[in-house]
């Protein structure tokens, strides 16, 4: 199969799924089923893609013009191959776990929320294939509309506030910023295509170039930089899946990797060096940073916690691709997939604890580890990547962020990567620390309180992300090779 | 051949239904066969269309009166374009109107308006086929009367006074569009649009054609309802019957926009009307009024009638401020927005009918839990109104580029910014209407709406389909804009 249609097969695989769903709402096994192959069938293109990629097959498609001559098209690279593969490697992953999860707590509309499900990952195919800005804002905007229905599913007055702020501030920045910010770069350039080296430089006045950053870094709300960032503890009145894949991976990964793609690919890293245009984000995603991780310490439930702790690390791919070197874009995107592992573990382990004990409290959590051992396991070997500890994969990516900033000459950059890693302890060990070491809440009910491990679909899926994330420490350079041409020439 | 008379086949189809419509007793009747008639013109725009598509004009003498004596018809891809969403919204209209009118007219009164919607239909086809200044005149007459009966006939009383203060402002806008029209006869002796285009050169630094620039400006302006002279607009789309509504708010704004294009540029040429007359100036400041205050406004509104007619005469803002930027890509975009605008607004105003077949009202809080009841009519108002928002994937979306990038590329950047602004306010008054409908509790004593008829349903999704087709393959939008931009830049 050529690589076009591969390509094509990734976004048609979950549009066909999404299709498909609503006919077989009375029939929830075949349903599930339908849902776990489109999620494996899509993995399976991807991972046929890979390898060609890594042989340097950019071949581009396009499917038709849509306004001012620019197309809709699609092209292979590496850094969308790598957003590709998180999301598709996740997805089965997540959906063997939503089956757990919303059979678990009798959920409502399971169709519904499948559908968009699936919706909602054929347009971050879109996005990772993207040929161009167009491209990439188009299925940046469905994916905003996709998820919300997600966001809101719960229907009470806290899912239609959360819901209000998501769609507000994901929409408002996208239309705000995001938008006139492409036009500009059409309109000063006359082309929105990706290209090794950036398509701006020499286009627009080096004075403009910050300006002009600034409307695509607020303008991609989904990188959740501040004061852009309240969306993401809003969408946590969604089900712990959608936050697990949707806004610990898919969305959030969606927009620093857009974050990346325009850093590398529009205005290309040199000329961000040479003009040094990015010099005030680096401390505004360092002061977000820094903020979202005390933010995150106040905090005691856990998704929330969770939620501000995905702000700070959001910031860490942001910050790698301000300081405009080599290493900061590696370590930054590294960080996409080694804090989506991560990530996706914590929020799975939050899942199973609320499917088996209804808890959602830090506090609440005390004792909870013996009973539950393989989530709390699971639990701290995501929270250990988290931080950037080894053997985790995790490590990498702070250890090259942190040789990024040394390129740079940046100290304080340095200091505030270091001090984050001693936040990230600080607010992540307590809830393995309590699982695991004080004693239970309510004497002597601990155990007789009719407390099990999570059911077995709840499980699986974060202890499977746990060892990814240990096997990724270890395989590491394979990956580091395969990104190795977003930081040639 | 018939292919040469389709220009009068255009006005002929409808107006002749008009009186037998009239003399039907059974509404079903009277329905049925305004339906064929609608198809059967939107056969013939679709053939016109086909024919201006490769540039040029079709040129019909009526009478075999060779012009300048003569009425001449005349039809280049601008005309087509607007004859072709007009026919096309009532192609999906009428059939949508069978259930709606029934439920919201008497029965006795159902072929009368039948036969007003076939002549309003009629007056607007014929305003835009026509090459003379006064036909336009005299088809502007026969719409806006059959319009001020059309609103009269809506169930609210306050239809009446809507209907009386759109007759006021209307008829002064039409004498003043008459006294251009006599004005310039006076000084050239002729009609004919293109005979003036070519006259109006040696006269057109004399007073007496300024003032007829100006009336023509006040009176077309007062039919496309320009902020200020909108004011007739909110209470006659609010009580007229749902089904005109929609008609109204897709075609009878449109067609006035192209008789501004028409006049501005065709006969008066793009050169008088901006470098001497400053239009721009006029227009420009109206325009971004118009866009911020209505949607302002629109904000404010528990009845989604009135939020979407006011939505209306913002997004007319839009048009118009493309318009006013007097170069060929805002003239892009304001064509391509005023069909785009067309698509959005029938869908919404439609399931808005839908909505209030079954729930009975047009205010806010009693839509509360339709989106579980009535799926498929609230999925299309969504739709429709992520495309007045300007989301990807709907013509919202091409419209709000291409007037961006006009802007940007006049180098208006606050202008820009106000375009996208004003799309955000769009974003939370239509999401005030969705989270009731999806959120909201129903009143324990509100009628337990079911989803709406198949007829109506249909109608709805075809233009809801347009508008995600068209928004993905803007080929046949975005070609024709631009042909038509470039034709009328260059004048006839």
Same mark, same amino acid.
């Given at each position: ?35 776990? $192959? ?26 038709? *013009?849509? *306004? ?214 680096? %401390? ?33 791919? *942001? ?76 490590? %990498? ?60 679909? $709840? ?9 990814? $994330? ?20 | ?166 007759? =006021? ?60 002279? !909108?004011?007739?607009?909110? +209470? ?30 065709? /006969? ?34 528990? &009845? ?11 997004? =007319?803002?839009?048009? =118009? ?7 060929? +890509? ?6 391509? !927005?005023?069909? &785009? !605008? ?48 300007? /989301? ?69 999704? /075809?233009? /809801? ?7 993905? &393959? ?19």
């Amino acid at each position: 199969m050529t690589t076009a249609a591969l390509m094509l097969l990734c976004l048609a695989t979950p549009a066909a799924v999404a299709l498909l769903l609503p006919w077989l709402g009375s029939r929830p096994n075949v349903r599930e089923g339908v849902t776990l $192959c489109g999620a494996l069938l899509l993995l399976l293109w991807v991972l046929i893609l890979v390898p060609r990629v890594a042989a340097g097959d950019y071949s581009e498609v396009q499917l038709l *013009v849509m *306004v001012s001559g620019l197309e809709i098209a699609f092209r292979p690279e590496p850094l969308g191959m790598l957003f590709a593969l998180v999301a598709a490697g996740l997805w089965p992953l997540n959906s063997l776990y939503s089956i757990g999860y919303m059979r678990g707590n009798s959920e409502q509309h399971q169709s519904r929320f499948y559908v968009c499900f699936a919706v909602a990952i054929a347009s971050v195919m879109g996005m990772a294939f993207a040929a161009n800005l167009l491209t990439l804002f188009v299925f940046y905007e469905a994916l905003t509309l996709s998820t919300y229905p997600l966001v809101t599913h719960k229907g009470d007055e806290k899912a239609r506030q959360g819901g209000r702020v998501y769609l507000g501030i994901l929409l408002g920045t996208s239309i705000g910023f995001l938008l006139p910010a492409i036009i500009w770069t059409w309109a000063a350039t006359g082309t929105l295509s990706f290209q090794q080296g950036g398509i701006v430089a020499g286009h627009v006045a080096a004075g403009l170039l910050p300006l002009l950053l600034a409307m695509y870094m607020f303008g991609i709300g989904k990188a959740a930089l501040m004061p852009f960032h309240r969306w993401l503890p809003a969408a946590m009145v969604a089900p712990t899946p959608v936050s697990a894949l949707l806004h610990a991976v898919a969305v959030v990964k969606g927009g620093v990797y857009a974050v990346m793609k325009v850093v590398i690919y529009v205005f290309g890293i040199d000329t961000l060096a040479t003009t040094g245009a990015s010099v005030w984000l680096i %401390w505004v995603a360092g002061a977000t940073v820094l903020i979202a991780s005390l933010v995150a310490l106040t905090k005691d439930n856990l998704k929330a916690r969770l939620a501000y702790s995905t702000v700070s690390q959001l910031s860490y791919v *942001v910050l790698g691709a301000a300081l405009a070197t080599s290493m900061g874009v590696l370590g930054g995107t590294l960080q996409i997939a080694t804090h989506a592992l991560g990530k996706i573990t914590l929020f799975f382990c939050a899942g199973a604890i609320y499917t088996a004990t209804h808890k959602t409290e830090v506090s609440q959590l005390n004792g909870l580890g013996r009973v539950m051992p393989f989530t709390f396991g699971a639990f701290f070997v995501g929270a250990l990547s988290i931080i950037g500890l080894p053997p985790m994969g995790g490590t %990498w990516s702070k250890w090259l962020l942190l040789v990024g900033a040394a390129d740079a000459g940046s100290i304080a950059v340095m200091g505030i990567l270091l001090l984050s890693s001693l936040l990230n302890i600080a607010y992540l060990t307590p809830v393995v620390a309590r699982g695991f070491f004080m004693p239970a809440l309510g004497e002597g009910r601990s155990r007789a309180g009719g407390i099990r491990e999570a059911p077995l679909f $709840c499980v699986l899926p974060p202890m499977i992300t746990a060892f990814g $994330c240990l096997l990724l420490f270890f395989m590491i350079d394979p990956l580091v090779a395969f990104l190795a041409p977003l930081i040639e020439g | 051949m018939i292919s040469l008379q389709l220009p009068i086949l255009q006005v002929v189809i409808p107006l002749l239904g008009a009186p037998v419509c009239a003399l039907f007793r059974s509404s079903r009747s009277a329905w049925a066969l305004s339906v064929a008639l609608a198809w059967l013109s939107f056969g013939v725009a679709v053939a016109l269309f086909q024919q201006s598509w490769f540039g040029g004009y079709v040129s019909y003498e009526i009478g075999g009166w060779p012009p300048p004596w003569g009425i001449e018809y005349r039809i280049d891809i601008l005309n087509s374009f607007v004859l072709l969403l007009v026919s096309g919204m009532a192609a999906v209209v009428v059939p949508f109107a069978g259930r709606s009118i029934e439920a919201e007219l008497q029965d006795d009164r159902i072929p009368l308006f039948y036969a007003a919607l076939l002549l309003c239909y009629t007056g607007l086809l014929g305003i835009t086929v026509t090459g003379d200044a006064f036909n336009v005149f005299v088809f502007l007459e026969i719409s806006s009367l059959s319009t001020y009966a059309m609103i009269a006939l809506g169930r609210d009383r306050r239809a009446l006074t809507a209907s009386y203060q759109y007759l =006021i402002m209307g008829t002064i806008g039409a004498t003043f569009i008459l006294i251009g029209i006599g004005l310039m006869y006076v000084m050239t002796g002729t009609l004919n649009m293109a005979d003036l285009a070519e006259r109006l050169q040696q006269v057109n630094n004399t007073r007496t054609i300024r003032v007829a620039f100006g009336f023509l400006t006040v009176g077309i302006c007062l039919k496309l309802a320009l902020f200020p002279l !909108h004011l007739w607009l909110p +209470n006659a789309y609010t009580f007229a019957p749902s089904a005109v509504t929609a008609f109204l708010a897709s075609t009878a704004t449109k067609v006035a926009v192209y008789m501004l294009l028409r006049f501005f540029f065709t /006969v008066f040429g793009a050169e008088f009307s901006f470098a001497t007359m400053n239009l721009d100036l006029i227009l420009m400041p109206l325009a971004l009024v118009a866009i911020f205050s209505m949607s302002l406004v629109a904000l404010y509104q528990d &009845n989604v009638k009135r939020m979407l007619a006011y939505s209306s005469v913002a997004q =007319i803002g839009y048009m =118009i401020l493309g318009i006013s930027f007097g170069s060929i +890509n805002g003239l892009t975009a304001g064509i391509l !927005h005023l069909f &785009n !605008h067309g698509l959005m607004k029938g869908a919404l105003f439609l399931a808005l009918g839908a909505l209030v077949l079954r729930t009975g009202s047009t205010q806010i809080q009693d839509l509360a839990g339709v989106g579980r009841r009535m799926p498929w009519t609230m999925g299309a108002f969504v739709i429709g109104g992520l495309s007045l928002i300007g /989301v990807p994937l709907t013509v919202g979306f091409i419209s709000k580029w291409y007037l961006v990038a006009a802007a940007i590329e006049a180098g208006y950047w606050p202008i820009a910014g106000l375009i996208l602004l004003t799309s955000l306010m769009a974003v939370v008054y239509i999401w005030r209407v969705v989270e009731v409908a999806y959120f909201g509790v129903p009143l324990a004593e509100a009628p337990l709406a079911s989803e709406a008829p198949l007829s109506m349903l249909l109608p709805i999704w /075809v233009l /809801v389909i347009a508008n995600l087709y068209l928004g993905i &393959n803007t080929s046949l939008t975005v070609g024709a804009a631009t042909m038509a931009a470039g034709q009328l830049m260059a004048g006839w």
